[in-house]
Structure formats: structure tokens, C-alpha cells
């Protein structure tokens, strides 16, 4: 069964201090072939891109509203890609989701696997 699952979501306070890492295990099929990117849904908005990694290269793209306090990465030996968020804004609150693609997009409809999202809130 091809299968994406997020973790590490939950509820953290807004600042130089607010930070959470998440994950996103592969199962079914090799991470490490495809493209990989994070996007995120908030309440009555569209679904965004937030970063993406690219297979070949390693090359990575970031949303304006994350650069500087977000970090794609991906672990091909266990399968697994991260987002690491640092001085977390209450703006950043949203439904997470990792997804699996051949190249790197800000379109999620270019993106063929994805994992059931995530929730992070950023309030204090």
C-alpha cells in the first residue's frame, strides 16, 4: 500500500521559542525517486505550497511567507522528510500535509501522493 504519514504537529506559542519538526514516513514506494514538498490548508483558504525538495538535485524552493524560518530536508535512507519550523507565527497555524511528486511545484494537482495531514497551531 503506497502511503504517506505526517507527525509532529500539535500547539506551540508564537516567537523566537516556538519551533516543531515534522515528519513524513514513506511506505510502499522508494521517497527517494520523486520530488517532495510540504503544503498547508488553513481555515476557509486554499491549499498552499509551503517548500518542496527536488529528487536530483537536492534543490529547494520555499514559500516568501517561510523563508529564513523553514527547513525542507529528507532522509532517503529511512524513507523520510522532515519540516523543521522555527519562530512559528499565529499566520503558520494550518493543516499540514507532506506530498510525493516528479518535480518540484507550488501546485498541489502536480503532486500524485500525499499524507493525511497534520494539525499545527500557533497561539498563546
Given at each position: 500500500?503506497?502511503q504517506?504519514?505526517?507527525?509532529?504537529?500539535g500547539?506551540v506559542?508564537?516567537?523566537?521559542?516556538?519551533?516543531?519538526?515534522l515528519?513524513c514516513?514513506?511506505?510502499?514506494?522508494t521517497?527517494?525517486?520523486?520530488?517532495?514538498?510540504?503544503?498547508r490548508?488553513a481555515?476557509?483558504?486554499?491549499?498552499?505550497?509551503?517548500s518542496?525538495?527536488?529528487?536530483d538535485?537536492?534543490?529547494?524552493?520555499?514559500?516568501?511567507?517561510?523563508?529564513?524560518?523553514?527547513?525542507?530536508?529528507r532522509d532517503n535512507a529511512?524513507?523520510?522528510?522532515y519540516?523543521?519550523?522555527?519562530?512559528?507565527k499565529?499566520e503558520?497555524?494550518?493543516?499540514?500535509?507532506c506530498a510525493?511528486?516528479?518535480?518540484c511545484?507550488?501546485a498541489?494537482?502536480?503532486?500524485?501522493?500525499?499524507g493525511?495531514?497534520?494539525?499545527?497551531?500557533?497561539?498563546?
Amino acid at each position: 500500500q503506497l502511503q504517506l504519514v505526517e507527525s509532529g504537529g500539535g500547539l506551540v506559542q508564537p516567537g523566537a521559542g516556538g519551533s516543531l519538526r515534522l515528519s513524513c514516513v514513506a511506505s510502499g514506494f522508494t521517497l527517494g525517486y520523486y520530488a517532495i514538498a510540504w503544503f498547508r490548508q488553513a481555515p476557509g483558504k486554499e491549499r498552499e505550497g509551503v517548500s518542496c525538495i527536488s529528487s536530483d538535485d537536492g534543490s529547494t524552493y520555499y514559500a516568501d511567507s517561510v523563508k529564513g524560518r523553514f527547513t525542507i530536508s529528507r532522509d532517503n535512507a529511512k524513507n523520510t522528510m522532515y519540516l523543521q519550523m522555527n519562530s512559528l507565527k499565529p499566520e503558520d497555524t494550518a493543516v499540514y500535509y507532506c506530498a510525493a511528486g516528479l518535480l518540484c511545484s507550488p501546485a498541489a494537482t502536480d503532486f500524485g501522493f500525499w499524507g493525511q495531514g497534520t494539525q499545527v497551531t500557533v497561539s498563546s
